[in-house]
């Protein structure tokens, strides 16, 4: 997944002089995960520039560089630390084309590593994409393949209105199951590290079928996609499996449509319980297909606590807890 975020920061750069990159450590050392490796000596210094460990300044000057014509690709280096750039994004970003009445625009794309399985504690393993969701005027976008963060993230950079690309770092290196304490398997082994070379876009608010199934649906996006479909496979369990992509634009048309055909919904995130995005997907799914669920709509997701370190595959929703939810689901 690094090599095919690199790619589409490349060929969106060829294809348009007006998109830079910015962040820390993302020029000549080339990022933290080294997802802008080789961007500044192949563009220069103007293009692709390293910032001061500032993330308020970073959002701040994308914002400037949106309005005047440019496509900003700020990094922050962590999804955690982005917190001092909100007021920026919610009150600049976010509301700069309706309060200048689409005069200004912010075609900004702030992308950010995000959610837990590396061991990164409290401050490097946190899932804040509800936060944004809440935001009218930002969307919301996480990549759960290679192809689909080069198509997403083309199509996020190209968008006139400002994204938040959120990665999801444990599987920039391969697909996860869950058990933590099993050899990593690498996306070479897999169909979805299949990259095109060159440009090619997916359409921001079309969610991906993983798998076909009639006994339940379950929602999921990022890391918890390859989570879900390895319980399943593991169950015998035959669900209906949609990675979101976006969470804003959703796809509440192909969620309507898998639900009202298995009559159960399972959703599935790393983020805290209350107030996670989960809780807008069984708000929607109740509100939209009640007469048609044989079941309440059952969440699985990360507990109100900050993300221990000590304990990360407790709180991380894994294998067991996943199971379990599908057992309850498809006893009712």
């Given at each position: 997944m690094i090599e095919a975020i690199n790619e589409a920061l490349d060929v969106s750069m060829q294809r348009d002089d007006d998109v830079v990159v910015m962040g820390e450590d993302v020029g000549y050392f080339g990022g933290v995960f080294r997802c802008t490796a080789g961007?500044?000596?192949?563009?220069?210094?103007?293009?692709?520039?390293?910032?001061?460990?500032?993330?308020?300044?970073?959002?701040?000057?994308?914002?400037?560089?949106?309005?005047?014509?440019?496509?900003?690709?700020?990094?922050?280096?962590?999804?955690?630390?982005?917190?001092?750039?909100?007021?920026?994004?919610?009150?600049?970003?976010?509301?700069?084309?309706?309060?200048?009445?689409?005069?200004?625009?912010?075609?900004?794309?702030?992308?950010?590593?995000?959610?837990?399985?590396?061991?990164?504690?409290?401050?490097?393993?946190?899932?804040?994409?509800?936060?944004?969701?809440?935001?009218?005027?930002?969307?919301?976008?996480?990549?759960?393949?290679?192809?689909?963060?080069?198509?997403?993230?083309?199509?996020?950079?190209?968008?006139?209105?400002?994204?938040?690309?959120?990665?999801?770092?444990?599987?920039?290196?391969?697909?996860?199951?869950?058990?933590?304490?099993?050899?990593?398997?690498?996306?070479?082994?897999?169909?979805?590290?299949?990259?095109?070379?060159?440009?090619?876009?997916?359409?921001?608010?079309?969610?991906?079928?993983?798998?076909?199934?009639?006994?339940?649906?379950?929602l999921a996006y990022g890391t918890m996609v390859h989570v879900v479909e390895a319980v399943c496979k593991e169950k015998g369990v035959e669900a209906d499996i949609l990675d979101l992509r976006t969470l804003v634009p959703l796809d509440i048309e192909a969620i309507e449509a898998s639900v009202e055909r298995t009559g159960r919904c399972l959703i599935v995130h790393e983020a805290t319980r209350t107030s996670g995005f989960g809780a807008e997907l069984s708000a929607l799914v109740t509100e939209r297909c009640f007469y048609h669920l044989e079941a309440p709509v059952e969440r699985v997701t990360g507990f109100d606590t900050p993300y221990p370190h000590s304990l990360e595959w407790a709180y991380f929703p894994g294998p067991v807890r996943i199971g379990e939810a599908i057992d309850k689901i498809l006893k009712d």
């Open positions: 961007l500044q000596e192949k563009y220069g210094k103007t293009r692709v520039f390293d910032t001061p460990i500032n993330e308020c300044g970073i959002i701040a000057v994308a914002v400037g560089m949106g309005a005047y014509g440019l496509r900003p690709v700020p990094e922050i280096q962590f999804a955690d630390y982005i917190y001092p750039g909100l007021d920026q994004l919610i009150s600049e970003a976010a509301r700069l084309r309706y309060r200048s009445a689409a005069e200004y625009i912010a075609p900004m794309t702030v992308r950010s590593p995000f959610g837990g399985g590396i061991f990164g504690g409290q401050t490097h393993s946190q899932s804040p994409e509800a936060i944004f969701t809440h935001v009218s005027g930002l969307k919301t976008v996480i990549p759960a393949t290679p192809y689909d963060a080069k198509g997403l993230l083309i199509s996020c950079i190209e968008d006139n209105d400002p994204v938040i690309f959120f990665e999801p770092k444990r599987i920039y290196n391969g697909p996860f199951s869950g058990y933590y304490d099993k050899p990593v398997q690498p996306w070479k082994k897999f169909d979805a590290s299949v990259v095109p070379e060159g440009y090619y876009k997916i359409p921001l608010g079309k969610a991906r079928q993983v798998t076909e199934g009639e006994q339940l649906t379950i």
